[in-house]
C-alpha cells in the first residue's frame, strides 16, 4: 500500500523567501504525481502534474521535481507572497484500474507580509 | 474552473437518514471519483467509475455506494448515515487519460447529527 509523507506540516516564512516542500512515497511504482494547493474551506487546485518518465516540471514560481527510485518529489516556489498561504498536497498515482491518487497529509504554509 | 459542480454544498441529517451527494460534469470525461477529507486522514478514494455503470471501490468504501447512469453525473449515497460519516466530500474527474491529471470539484461539508 502507497503511504505519502509530506515533511514539514507547517512551515512559516517571511514574504520574499523561497519554499521548498517535500514530499516522500513508499511504492517508486508511480505513474505520475499531481501537486496541489488547497485554500481553506475550499477545493483543490491543481498546480503540476509531474510523470514518472520526467525530472521536473515548471510553472511560473513553481517547480517539481521528482526522484522516482528514492520516492521523493520536492516543490519550490520562489520569491514567496502573501497570497501563496494555503496547504500544498502531494498525490503520486499508480499505474492500475483508475490510476488512483494516494494523498500526503499536506504543508501548511503561511507568508507573511 | 474544470466543470465541475457539486450538490448540494452543505448538509446536515440525522443519523440513520439515507443521503445522496451528486456530481456533475459538463466535459463528458470518463473518470470520475469520490474522496472524503477529514482532518488527521487526509483524502481517502470512496469510490471511482471509469464510465457509465463501471465504478469500483476505493480505500474507504464501506457504507457507501455509487451509481453512474449518464457520463455527466456521479451520485454518492449514504445509505444510513453515521455520525463517523461527517466529512468534506470531494467529486473529482480525471481530463487526459494518458496523463490522468485530476481536476476537483468545490466539496460538500456533510454533518451527521
Known amino acids: 500500500k502507497q503511504e505519502v509523507t509530506q515533511i514539514p506540516a507547517a512551515l512559516s516564512v517571511p514574504e520574499g523567501e523561497n519554499l521548498v516542500l517535500n514530499c516522500s512515497f513508499t511504492?517508486?511504482?508511480?505513474?505520475?504525481l499531481q501537486w496541489f494547493r488547497q485554500d481553506p474551506g475550499k477545493g483543490l487546485t491543481s498546480l503540476l502534474l509531474i510523470q514518472s518518465s520526467q525530472r521536473e516540471q515548471t510553472s511560473g514560481r513553481l517547480n517539481a521535481s521528482l526522484d522516482k527510485s528514492s520516492g521523493r518529489s520536492t516543490l519550490y516556489i520562489a520569491a514567496s507572497q502573501p497570497g501563496d498561504s494555503a496547504t500544498y498536497l502531494c498525490?503520486?498515482?499508480?499505474?492500475?484500474?483508475?490510476?488512483?491518487?494516494?494523498f500526503g497529509g499536506g504543508t501548511r504554509v503561511l507568508v507573511k507580509p | 474552473d474544470a466543470g465541475i459542480t457539486q450538490s448540494p454544498r452543505h448538509k446536515v441529517t440525522e443519523t440513520g437518514t439515507p443521503v445522496t451527494l451528486r456530481c456533475h460534469q459538463t466535459e463528458n470525461h470518463r473518470y470520475m471519483y469520490w474522496y472524503r477529507q477529514d482532518p488527521g486522514h487526509g483524502l481517502r478514494l470512496i469510490h471511482y467509475s471509469y464510465g457509465v455503470k463501471d465504478t469500483d471501490k476505493g480505500e474507504v468504501s464501506d457504507g457507501y455506494s455509487v451509481s453512474r447512469s449518464k457520463t455527466e453525473d456521479f451520485l454518492l449515497t449514504l445509505e444510513s448515515a453515521t455520525s463517523s460519516q461527517t466529512s468534506v466530500y470531494f467529486c473529482?474527474?480525471?481530463?487526459?487519460?494518458?496523463?490522468?491529471?485530476?481536476?476537483f470539484g468545490p466539496g460538500t461539508r456533510l454533518t451527521v447529527l
Open positions: 511504492d517508486s511504482a508511480i505513474y505520475n
Open positions: 498525490a503520486p498515482s499508480i499505474k492500475a484500474a483508475g490510476n488512483k491518487l494516494t
Open positions: 473529482a474527474i480525471s481530463k487526459r487519460e494518458g496523463q490522468n491529471e485530476q481536476f
